[in-house]
């Protein structure tokens, strides 16, 4: 890579950076990170994971058990406030990413990536 790219890639990653969909991602991780209560139940998740694993071939009623909380506990997982906001802060972020980045390869290819919904195009090539 030239002094050249590096210069103007480092210029791109400060717009990016400067981007609020960059600054809303950071403080979902930092929400993410910080809340105890999430952390308390994804910890919790790993373990009854590992319990399940240790229970592989054993009694059924004491897998089934364990895969019921597997279960609440992924339900509450994935709707607490702190994953929530995470994830959407996450998608929209990879959505500036994938347009940068689409944007990359038209300035050095010419093309456009595919949709794979030909009214977007005049085909492929």
Sequence with gaps: ?????????????????ADERFAALDAAIDAYERSEDLNG?????????NLLADL???????REAVQKRIDALFDEITN????????DAKAEFDRLMNDVW????????GRRACSHNCASCG???
């Design 1 to 17: 890579m030239t002094e050249e790219m590096q210069k103007l890639a480092a210029e791109l990653g400060a717009l990016v950076r």
């Design 41 to 49: 139940l994804i910890a919790e998740y790993n373990v009854q994971q």
């Design 56 to 62: 592989a071939g054993g009694e059924d009623i004491a």
């Design 80 to 87: 607490h406030p702190a994953y929530v906001g995470y994830e």
């Design 102 to 109: 689409g944007e990359l390869q038209f300035a050095v290819t």
């Design 123 to 125: 085909g492929c090539a």
